[in-house]
């Protein structure tokens, strides 16, 4: 199966500061990645598909300008949370499907605590 | 776009039990359907999976079963171990790489021994 690397594991960090977070396919070229947002006991809500070398693709709901995405590698798409709240807090977890049976991989995901 | 039902939101079952997680699903164009299994501040594992092209599937103690007319899928687990204790979640979506899945809201399943 692919290896989804995603960095860091966690942060925790001051309201209003910005928080950047990395996904990485590790073993095969991923021009789509996707990135998700869980609360405490909630499920895996998709905030965006993330295109490589084009914008990405935002859910209703997901501010573009506060969540940004950046897919400029086949490899690598970064999610940054810009003017962070502690209402962001969250666990945020990216996803690739492989082109050939598409079966979907996470990173290990990413606990935010915005305080 | 795809609205995934997940219900129950809790089993809780007695170690040697079955256990049956229902789901449905709104996009008749969807024709994959992925469950997993989540510990506390883990990634999401697949444990099964199955395509449209087929009803059933099974693996070991664990099976899935897929009616595409009334558009809902269900996993069984068998012989329960307190080990399966878990959340559990359902998915659908196309059969595509570029498409992402959209998860049911979860089960959280306790096995007491």
């Known amino acids: 199966g692919a290896v989804v690397s995603q960095h860091p594991s966690w942060v925790i960090c001051k309201s209003g500061t910005s928080v950047k977070i990395e996904c990485r396919s590790l073993?095969?070229?991923?021009?789509?990645m996707f990135w998700y947002r869980q609360f405490p006991k909630q499920s895996l809500m998709l905030m965006a598909t993330?295109?490589?070398?084009?914008?990405?693709?935002?859910e209703q709901g997901v501010e573009k300008d506060k969540f940004l995405i950046n897919h400029a590698s086949l490899t690598l798409s970064t999610l940054t949370v810009t003017s962070a709240h502690p209402e962001d807090s969250s666990f945020y977890i990216c996803?690739?499907?492989?082109?050939?049976?598409?079966?979907?991989?996470f990173g290990q995901g990413t606990r935010l605590t915005v305080v | 776009g795809e609205n995934v039902e997940q219900h129950p939101s809790t089993l809780s079952v007695q170690e040697g039990d079955s256990a049956v997680i229902k789901c449905t699903y709104s996009?008749?164009?969807?024709?994959?359907f992925p469950w997993y299994k989540q510990e506390l501040g883990k990634r999401p594992q697949l444990i099964i999976d199955i395509r449209s092209n087929v009803g059933e599937k099974k693996d070991q103690r664990i099976a899935v079963t897929l009616n595409k007319t009334a558009k809902h899928f269900s996993l069984h687990i068998t012989e329960t171990q307190p080990e399966d204790s878990a959340v559990y979640f359902c998915a659908a979506t196309i059969n595509q790489a570029g498409t992402a899945l959209i998860f049911g809201k979860g089960t959280t399943l306790s096995v007491s021994s």
């Open positions: 993330s295109n490589e070398g084009s914008k990405a693709t935002y």
């Open positions: 996009d008749s164009a969807s024709n994959y």
């Open positions: 996803s690739v499907r492989n082109t050939g049976n598409t079966e979907a991989f």
């Open positions: 073993d095969f070229q991923a021009t789509t």
